[in-house]
């Protein structure tokens, strides 16, 4: 393949970018190298590899496809996206304070208020659809920004552009998690992010068979102190979920397409639905974060969120009642999941400025026959 990668669409860069044929025996796909070390021509002479945790080829195709397919100079793979998330969180010092959306993942939300907070660092949780609120209420010593649009469990849209703007004008970074959106829709990069990070459990698997985490930064520092706390740790992944990764990674484009048109149907049935009391989807013109989402997104997603008009024990019976509908953790897998995110995904939130309304119901909308996703659905409501 051309060393110009820019110059092939998203699908070509996903299949192809840091995966030419294996060069000794003419292999397509790329191997699992499944070993733990690597021999050497001579102290202290080798072919790039010496142990496996500081560096795999698996894993440094997987990081050159989704590097590229985020727009990106650099890409770091990791043990899971709380990991990508710590190894960004080691960059602050005692002191340093972090800026959250009010709306974030409850994983992030523990991360920085149970394990950073504790050793100096700081955070507040803020309304960033508001980047000249937090302007002018601008914390002191902030370092980080950390966005996620669309949000988890809201879907609240964040204006990365807007955003950016305000942390850069106060010396800070902005960090955008875009586990939502996935590059194929989204690359926060563009828009003025200074690293971006992902679950790559989610949408990029796409199959709910590995777990993973991943960073893209078009800054070289930022990549060097990645690598080097992804080493010192060891917050690495074996070479057999990293091709599991790659191997999703190339169909995300027609997955996200499925996702896109399902979750549109769904959002269509449910806002007719008088157990419905509203939804939550960036797709819908009612949405206060459609403009921003329709310049900075080419598509809205697979993820839709809803509130039961019968409070919270109506949105459990629904998410009990349903059948398709696999009721688990996680999301954007070709398998429609439903969730009670108050109880399961965001808990460690409670009784914080994050928490979420008890009557929220979260949908992966996966990419089954539309008519079985909203028959399941229906009959849930009913």
């Given at each position: 393949?051309?060393?110009?990668?820019?110059?092939?669409?998203?699908?070509?860069?996903?299949?192809?970018?840091?995966?030419?044929?294996?060069?000794?025996?003419?292999?397509?796909?790329?191997?699992?190298?499944?070993?733990?070390?690597?021999?050497?021509?001579?102290?202290?002479?080798?072919?790039?590899?010496?142990?496996?945790?500081?560096?795999?080829?698996?894993?440094?195709?997987?990081?050159?496809?989704l590097a590229s397919m985020e727009g990106a100079a650099f890409g770091v793979d990791?043990?899971?996206?709380?990991?990508?998330?710590?190894?960004?969180?080691?960059?602050?010092?005692?002191?340093?304070?972090?800026?959250?959306?009010?709306?974030?993942?409850g994983g992030t939300f523990r991360l920085i208020s149970k394990v950073f907070a504790p050793m100096g660092i700081t955070?507040?949780?803020?309304?960033?659809?508001?980047?000249?609120?937090?302007?002018?209420?601008?914390?002191?010593?902030?370092?980080?920004?950390?966005?996620?649009?669309?949000?988890?469990?809201?879907?609240?849209?964040?204006?990365?552009?807007?955003?950016?703007?305000?942390?850069?004008?106060?010396?800070?970074?902005?960090?955008?998690?875009?586990?939502?959106?996935?590059?194929?829709?989204?690359?926060?990069?563009?828009?003025?992010?200074?690293?971006?990070?992902?679950?790559?459990?989610?949408?990029?698997?796409?199959?709910?068979?590995?777990?993973?985490?991943?960073?893209?930064?078009?800054?070289?520092?930022?990549?060097?102190?990645?690598?080097?706390?992804?080493?010192?740790?060891?917050?690495?992944?074996?070479?057999?979920?990293?091709?599991?990764?790659?191997?999703?990674?190339?169909?995300?484009?027609?997955?996200?397409?499925?996702?896109?048109?399902?979750?549109?149907?769904?959002?269509?049935?449910?806002?007719?639905?008088?157990?419905?009391?509203?939804?939550?989807?960036?797709?819908?013109?009612?949405?206060?974060?459609?403009?921003?989402?329709?310049?900075?997104?080419?598509?809205?997603?697979?993820?839709?969120?809803?509130?039961?008009?019968?409070?919270?024990?109506?949105?459990?019976?629904?998410?009990?009642?349903?059948?398709?509908?696999?009721?688990?953790?996680?999301?954007?897998?070709?398998?429609?999941?439903?969730?009670?995110?108050?109880?399961?995904?965001?808990?460690?939130?409670?009784?914080?400025?994050?928490?979420?309304?008890?009557?929220?119901?979260?949908?992966?909308?996966?990419?089954?026959?539309?008519?079985?996703?909203?028959?399941?659905?229906?009959?849930?409501?009913?």
């Amino acid at each position: 393949m051309s060393d110009d990668h820019s110059s092939f669409g998203f699908s070509t860069r996903a299949i192809h970018v840091g995966q030419d044929p294996e060069p000794r025996t003419g292999a397509v796909t790329v191997p699992v190298f499944q070993t733990s070390t690597f021999a050497q021509e001579a102290v202290g002479k080798h072919t790039g590899y010496e142990y496996a945790r500081t560096g795999n080829p698996t894993r440094t195709a997987l990081e050159a496809a989704l590097a590229s397919m985020e727009g990106a100079a650099f890409g770091v793979d990791f043990a899971s996206g709380l990991a990508a998330e710590d190894a960004i969180l080691r960059m602050l010092r005692p002191g340093d304070h972090i800026v959250m959306g009010n709306d974030a993942y409850g994983g992030t939300f523990r991360l920085i208020s149970k394990v950073f907070a504790p050793m100096g660092i700081t955070w507040s949780a803020h309304d960033l659809t508001d980047p000249a609120g937090l302007g002018a209420a601008w914390p002191e010593n902030t370092k980080i920004v950390w966005a996620e649009t669309p949000t988890n469990p809201l879907l609240t849209v964040i204006d990365i552009a807007a955003v950016a703007d305000v942390a850069h004008a106060n010396g800070a970074l902005l960090v955008c998690d875009n586990t939502f959106a996935t590059p194929y829709l989204q690359q926060p990069l563009a828009h003025g992010a200074d690293l971006v990070v992902h679950s790559t459990t989610k949408y990029l698997g796409g199959h709910s068979d590995t777990v993973g985490g991943f960073v893209a930064t078009n800054n070289a520092e930022f990549d060097t102190h990645l690598r080097y706390i992804q080493n010192a740790v060891g917050a690495v992944r074996g070479p057999w979920d990293v091709y599991l990764t790659l191997r999703g990674a190339k169909t995300l484009a027609i997955r996200m397409d499925r996702h896109n048109e399902n979750a549109a149907a769904v959002v269509e049935m449910l806002e007719a639905n008088s157990a419905v009391s509203s939804v939550l989807y960036p797709g819908l013109s009612s949405h206060p974060g459609h403009e921003a989402a329709t310049r900075q997104m080419s598509g809205f997603g697979g993820m839709v969120s809803f509130r039961a008009a019968g409070g919270r024990d109506a949105a459990i019976r629904i998410i009990e009642k349903a059948k398709l509908f696999i009721l688990a953790e996680s999301l954007g897998a070709v398998e429609s999941l439903i969730e009670h995110p108050g109880v399961m995904t965001h808990a460690s939130a409670e009784g914080s400025p994050l928490e979420v309304p008890d009557d929220l119901v979260r949908l992966s909308v996966g990419i089954e026959d539309i008519s079985d996703i909203l028959a399941d659905l229906e009959q849930a409501l009913s």
